[in-house]
């Protein structure tokens, strides 16, 4: 069975403000010393038949209807931020101004970004109309960054409020944000934790004849035949999670995480549990 692939650009490229200066240049300097990647301030490039596109009223229903044309209309985007901007850096509260901001296409700019879920009802929360906040949520582990998004409904509308960036050990999610970091970063620690059988749903692993593919569902692995084919590329550095209010805590023992393609319609399911300190997947989904 080929490797399931994808090539990651950055996930969720949410810091799209540029170094501007306020009339005292204290703002500029505030965002030099911010924890933004300078190379993210230029902002995206935008499909120019995305930008003609008229968006539906209908599109403030469901969350992910919206963020999909926020993502990829620079016009309505720049509406549907709440300006000034508050952008809290480590506890320290700046301000973005409109002329500020670069159009940037988010976790569309990307082939594939991941959510994390508890289980697998909790998933309904993506399409639920009753929801009024949700928060974007970008991970870089390497410099020990969490950047949350947070989205609210006003007067019906979806709106980015604000910018919140922080350690990732201030976050309720951290000791699994650690572990699937690591998890999505090293073969050899993704076989120190599995589970002794893992359920796997997609394409026959044993049928080598690409021609004459066969899903199956409930297929038993063993750790003896584990492979790392199994599994699509996970992004390891730098990743996303969209916080629609599940309950992901340090109390709760599963995870599953989803790995969502929103150009090919992919995505990947993974299933872990804790047992004592430790996660072990115990369960693969691929569509």
Same mark, same amino acid.
């Given at each position: 069975m080929k490797?399931?692939?994808f090539?990651y650009?950055?996930?969720?490229?949410?810091a799209?403000?540029?170094?501007?200066?306020?009339?005292d240049?204290?703002?500029?300097?505030?965002?030099?010393?911010?924890?933004i990647?300078?190379s993210f /301030?230029?902002? =995206?490039?935008? =499909?120019?038949?995305?930008? #003609?596109?008229?968006?539906?009223?209908?599109?403030d229903?469901?969350?992910?209807?919206f963020?999909?044309?926020?993502c #990829?209309n &620079?016009?309505?985007?720049?509406? $549907?931020?709440?300006?000034? /901007?508050?952008?809290?850096?480590?506890?320290?509260t /700046?301000t973005l101004?409109?002329k #500020?901001?670069?159009? &940037?296409k988010?976790?569309?700019? &990307?082939?594939?970004?991941t959510?994390?879920?508890? =289980?697998l009802k909790?998933m309904?929360?993506?399409? %639920?109309?009753?929801?009024?906040?949700?928060t974007?949520?970008?991970y870089?582990?390497?410099a020990?960054?969490a950047? !949350?998004?947070?989205?609210?409904?006003?007067?019906? #509308?979806?709106?980015?409020? %604000?910018? !919140?960036?922080? %350690?990732?050990?201030?976050?309720?999610?951290?000791?699994?944000i650690?572990?699937?970091?690591?998890?999505?970063?090293?073969?050899?620690y993704?076989?120190?934790?599995l589970?002794?059988?893992?359920?796997?749903?997609?394409?026959?692993?044993?049928n080598?004849d690409?021609?004459?593919?066969?899903?199956?569902?409930?297929?038993?692995i063993?750790?003896?035949?584990?492979?790392e084919?199994?599994?699509?590329l996970?992004?390891? $550095?730098?990743?996303?999670?969209?916080?629609f209010g599940?309950?992901? &805590?340090?109390n709760?023992?599963?995870?599953m995480?989803?790995l969502e393609?929103p150009?090919?319609?992919?995505?990947?399911? /993974?299933?872990?549990?804790?047992?004592?300190?430790?996660?072990?997947l115990?369960?693969?989904?691929?569509?």
């Open positions: 490797k399931l692939c090539f650009l950055s996930i969720l490229i949410f799209a403000c540029s170094g501007g200066k306020t009339d240049g204290t703002l500029a300097d505030s965002l030099n010393d911010s924890t990647d300078s /301030l230029l902002g =995206d490039t935008e =499909d120019s038949l995305m930008a #003609q596109e008229q968006i539906s009223q209908a599109a229903g469901v969350f992910y209807d963020i999909a044309s926020f #990829q &620079s016009k309505y985007q720049k509406k $549907r931020i709440l300006f000034p /901007l508050t952008h809290i850096v480590s506890g320290d /700046l101004s409109e #500020q901001w670069r159009f &940037s988010l976790h569309y700019n &990307s082939d594939a970004y959510v994390f879920f508890p =289980d909790s309904d929360l993506e399409k %639920s109309k009753d929801i009024d906040s949700v974007v949520q970008w870089d582990s390497d020990d960054i950047s !949350n998004y947070l989205f609210k409904k006003i007067e019906g #509308q979806w709106m980015l409020t %604000s910018i !919140n960036e922080h %350690s990732i050990d201030a976050d309720p999610n951290r000791s699994f650690r572990f699937y970091s690591a998890f999505a970063a090293s073969p050899d993704q076989r120190e934790h589970a002794e059988t893992i359920l796997y749903d997609g394409l026959d692993p044993d080598d690409e021609f004459d593919a066969q899903y199956v569902k409930n297929h038993k063993t750790t003896d035949n584990w492979s084919n199994l599994i699509p996970l992004p390891s $550095r730098t990743f996303s999670n969209i916080d599940q309950d992901l &805590s340090d709760n023992t599963e995870r995480v989803s393609a150009a090919s319609g992919f995505a990947s399911r /993974l299933y872990f549990r804790r047992s004592g300190d430790e996660w072990q115990f369960k693969i989904e691929n569509y």
